[in-house]
């Protein structure tokens, strides 16, 4: 019989509907329920494509003895991170604070007031390698707390007043300046790693938004240090195994220090991120990698993400059904020796794999590889690799595909929005533009209210129950005002406004100007959650301060541009030390120092060639943070029109920043000299 998960909206939450575990979702209830019961709560945090969650599920969720001893002793609360960050974060940081680390599954228990007193993330089925079992964790928890309430209930408070003493000191509310830079770049010079690309040791992360700070950096000051890093990584990371090389796109994480072997779930932030890094990489160099990778990323998202209400789905899992009925991780994704000769014969086989770097032994497990591209001398025939290429593909395809979490996520389409307007206007793909229009459609139809209130997410066109966070209301203003500066249409800016007048209003607190996580209208959880560091994307903290400094740019809004500067005070003080963990805010912190430039294109329509060509070159210029306005002089469409004239009856560009304007560029050539001065 169905738990109560069966009338939610997440995939994830659905995966457990059928489960013997009572699940509750999270709600007042389930805490009623528990003082009701005088037993603790067992929270239960993962999300869609995690694979030890299915892991975690299989050996011990569903099955039906472990589920009596959970019903019996316990309220059990299951989330999805995903759609509830706020309370992920919160408890994430007991559970790290406690142990050290963290991860998902996470593994949570409470006193009925929600105050946490154990922690865990993953717990087997059988004791191994030093860790209870999931069936000894639960009898311990039951017994702690029926024979020494009190102790745990004392603990629970400690770790409550623990975690409310964290407050963030965050520096002199001041924006970084030229040496908090150059010590942050000092830092990621000492942690790069030069023969491999990318920063650390295993596991590896795309690092998007430092690579975003370095191309920044080396915008502004030339620095080629920074540019080698960003160039060296993105080569290693689309050469390797992180990268689908036949369908683009890429996995979450390389599991090795090399980026061979990833952890294969395809999550819509890294892809989107990672599209757009790819195509501010080819913008700053022209390099024919970054293009294509741009482009193949670019394209995977609308294939294969995009929902029927026009919107990008969260994620494809790790795991697929390897055609025995048994679900493996990256089963969809690998390839032997004997099955490319099934595909390609002995021929191109063996020319396959010598491309592709699969060999006998297998690069993962159980004598697979992982598709890559090596760096070997001489050129394979490009035809010849691209007819292969198809019938891998092809062939791929009728293999069973890796699940699907079709919640829209407001924030991560954000997210998308840019990087998709922005790599279709860069290589004159109208359909990428348009696919970014959808998107932005189906956030301002269905995520939206009346007061400009963000819904965290949505599935199958219908709006899901939490609000939205802090990360929601930034990355989807940078992806409106993205599409302003490609489309010309202002109303992207005007919705932009919106969504930043909420973060001024519920999101900032009035005295220090630092950022909550959600609202001040918020749920009330045991502490209010406040993150400025970025990790898989950049954090909300920082994504509004870039967000907030284009709109100010765009607007001339002084609150908005005091907000973002009183907001980077955050990466005055962090950046230097945790540079890997600031990237965004130092990316922001490189268009504070360059203005931000303020780039004002008019002609006599939009469709004019001379007005096309004025847009298209100060979409193209690599000044970091730059906006730009283009419609018709004293267009009301952008605040930037307003008193630009055309010159001589031509299009004209005026270049603008720190209150200063140069003379209007007519000319291609000037224009670019002005925006790379």
């Not at 239960?44 to 099955?63: M, N, R």
């Not at 020494?148 to 629970?156: F, K, Q, S, Y």
């Not at 899992?317 to 004997?338: C, I, L």
């Not at 209208?521 to 284009?550: C, K, V, Y």
């Amino acid at each position: 019989m169905p738990n109560r998960l069966a009338h939610e909206t997440s995939p994830y939450l659905l995966q457990h509907a059928d489960n013997p575990v009572d699940w509750w979702p999270w709600s007042e209830g389930a805490f009623e329920e528990a003082r009701r019961r005088g037993v603790p709560v067992h929270l239960s945090v993962g999300y869609s494509s995690c694979h030890w969650c299915h892991v975690l599920a299989k050996e011990s969720f569903q099955d039906e003895e472990t589920a009596a001893v959970m019903n019996e002793h316990f309220v059990n609360i299951k989330v999805d991170r995903e759609e509830r960050p706020d309370v992920d974060a919160v408890y994430m940081e007991a559970v790290q604070a406690a142990t050290g680390q963290g991860g998902w599954p996470m593994t949570v228990f409470l006193t009925p007031d929600a105050e946490p007193f154990y922690f865990g993330t993953y717990f087997p089925p059988a004791p191994r390698q030093g860790m209870p079992s999931f069936r000894q964790v639960l009898q311990g928890v039951h017994q702690a707390w029926d024979e020494r309430r009190d102790e745990v209930t004392e603990v629970a408070g400690k770790i409550v007043r623990d975690l409310a003493g964290r407050e963030i000191s965050y520096g002199d509310a001041r924006t970084p300046g030229e040496e908090e830079l150059a010590q942050a770049l000092l830092g990621l010079t000492r942690e790069y790693d030069p023969q491999r690309g990318g920063f650390g040791g295993a596991p590896k992360f795309p690092p998007s938004m430092v690579l975003e700070f370095l191309l920044r950096h080396h915008a502004r000051t030339g620095a080629q240090g920074a540019l080698e890093m960003t160039r060296h990584t993105c080569e290693r990371m689309a050469r390797g195994g992180l990268y689908d090389q036949l369908g683009g796109g890429f996995a979450r994480y390389s599991v090795d220090r090399d980026w061979v072997v990833p952890h294969f779930e395809k999550m819509l932030y890294d892809n989107a991120l990672l599209c757009r890094v790819y195509a501010h990489l080819w913008r700053a160099t022209g390099s024919e990698l970054a293009r294509r990778v741009a482009l193949e990323t670019a394209d995977f998202m609308v294939r294969e993400l995009r929902t029927s209400e026009g919107g990008f789905a969260s994620a494809l899992d790790a795991d697929s059904d390897d055609g025995t009925g048994k679900h493996v991780e990256g089963a969809y994704y690998v390839w032997t020796p004997e099955q490319l000769r099934e595909v390609l014969g002995e021929e191109d086989a063996a020319l396959a794999a010598e491309h592709f770097g699969v060999t006998e032994e297998g690069t993962f497990e159980e004598g697979a590889s992982v598709l890559q591209l090596p760096v070997r001398e001489g050129v394979s025939d490009a035809e010849k690799i691209a007819s292969i290429s198809q019938r891998l593909l092809v062939k791929r395809a009728e293999r069973p595909a890796p699940g699907r979490d079709d919640k829209v996520v407001a924030a991560w389409n954000g997210l998308a929005i840019a990087a998709l307007a922005e790599t279709g206007a860069y290589f004159d793909r109208p359909d990428l533009v348009e696919a970014a229009v959808a998107a932005a459609d189906l956030l301002v139809r269905l995520h939206l209210d009346e007061q400009a209130r963000l819904t965290r997410t949505s599935k199958d066109g219908q709006a899901g129950a939490n609000a939205g966070v802090l990360e929601d209301y930034a990355d989807v203003a940078e992806g409106f005002l993205a599409l302003a500066s490609v489309t010309g249409e202002g109303v992207w800016l005007e919705f932009a406004g919106f969504l930043l007048d909420h973060v001024l209003a519920r999101f900032t607190d009035t005295e220090s100007g630092s950022l909550y996580d959600t609202a001040a209208d918020a749920e009330r959880l045991i502490r209010r959650p406040q993150d400025p560091t970025d990790n898989a994307a950049p954090s909300g903290w920082t994504a509004a301060a870039g967000a907030l400094l284009s709109y100010a740019a765009h607007t001339g809004s002084e609150p908005h541009r005091a907000a973002a500067h009183r907001a980077l005070g955050v990466v005055k003080a962090l950046g230097p030390r945790v540079p890997r963990f600031i990237g965004w805010g130092l990316a922001v912190a490189e268009a504070v120092l360059d203005g931000p430039r303020e780039v004002a294109v008019v002609g006599p329509s939009l469709d004019d060639e001379g007005t096309r060509s004025l847009h298209r070159t100060a979409l193209l210029g690599t000044a970091p943070g730059a906006v730009v306005a283009v419609g018709v002089p004293e267009s009301e469409e952008f605040p930037l029109l307003s008193d630009r004239p055309l010159v001589g009856g031509e299009p004209a560009a005026y270049v603008c920043r720190n209150f200063t304007c140069d003379a209007p560029a007519t000319e291609v050539e000037r224009l670019r000299a002005v925006l790379s001065d």
